[in-house]
């Protein structure tokens, strides 16, 4: 099965900007979508085929696909964007979706 | 508005059974692919199972293999998850989602605490 890694944690300053990467074999060659799950609620999609935005999601969130790495960005961070983040491919050998482990978001 | 709510979850001994159900609004639940993801306490999202929007093809994670069963009505708009045999590694919240290639929408999710 097709194996997605991304850091645990990732911290960055209100007003910065963060990135949370996402490492997989030739993933630019695949599309890769994003979830934020806040403590207790389910998880909320974010990016979707690589870059889009779905409505209501700030344009502060964007998204990058090449080579081997997927980066979810995230521009002047506010608190509320405190959150544990997953990336998600199609594994398309059996038909069902991959996550990446989660990378926890911290706002110093 | 689409809506995905599940319901059933609860305390269970290991080895015992417990049936989850989603019922599904706001769109024309027929037409998509469900899945169930679950989430142990203080880990990940984990893809348990799958269905193709007419129930005649199923896909399992292979640690609940034989053990879960995913299944759909498609006259009732609702998706469920016959689990048997279950372990207390099974312990997770359960959510519903829709999608094939991305997760559109996800439900709130429903606790399973396996537990003597």
């Known amino acids: 099965s097709y194996v997605l890694t991304q850091p645990p944690s990732v911290s960055v300053a209100p007003g910065k900007t963060a990135r949370i990467t996402c490492g997989g074999n030739?993933?630019?060659?695949?599309?890769v979508h994003w979830y934020q799950q806040k403590p207790g609620q389910a998880p909320v999609r974010v990016i979707y085929?690589?870059?889009d935005r779905p409505s209501g999601i700030p344009e502060r969130f964007s998204g990058s696909n090449s080579g081997n790495t997927a980066t979810l960005t995230i521009s002047r961070v506010e608190g509320g964007d405190e959150a544990d983040y997953y990336c998600?491919?199609?594994?398309?050998?059996?038909?069902?979706?991959?996550f990446g482990g989660g990378t926890k978001l911290t706002v110093l | 508005e689409v809506q995905l709510v599940e319901s059933g979850g609860g305390l269970v001994q290991p080895g015992g059974s417990l049936r989850l159900s989603c019922a599904a609004s706001g769109f024309t639940f027929s037409s998509y692919w469900m899945h169930w993801v679950r989430q142990a306490p203080g880990k990940g999202l984990v893809w348990v199972s799958r269905i193709n929007s007419d129930g005649t093809s199923t896909t399992y994670a292979d640690s609940v293999k034989g053990r879960l069963t995913i299944s759909r009505d498609n006259a009732k708009n609702t998706l469920y998850l016959q689990m048997n045999s279950l372990r207390p590694e099974d312990t997770a919240v359960y959510y519903c989602?829709?999608?094939?290639?991305?997760?559109?929408?996800w439900g709130q999710g429903t606790l399973v605490t396996v537990s003597s």
């Open positions: 030739n993933i630019g060659t695949k599309s």
């Open positions: 998600q491919v199609w594994d398309t050998s059996n038909d069902h979706p991959v």
């Open positions: 989602t829709r999608g094939t290639g991305d997760l559109d929408y």
């Open positions: 085929y690589d870059s």
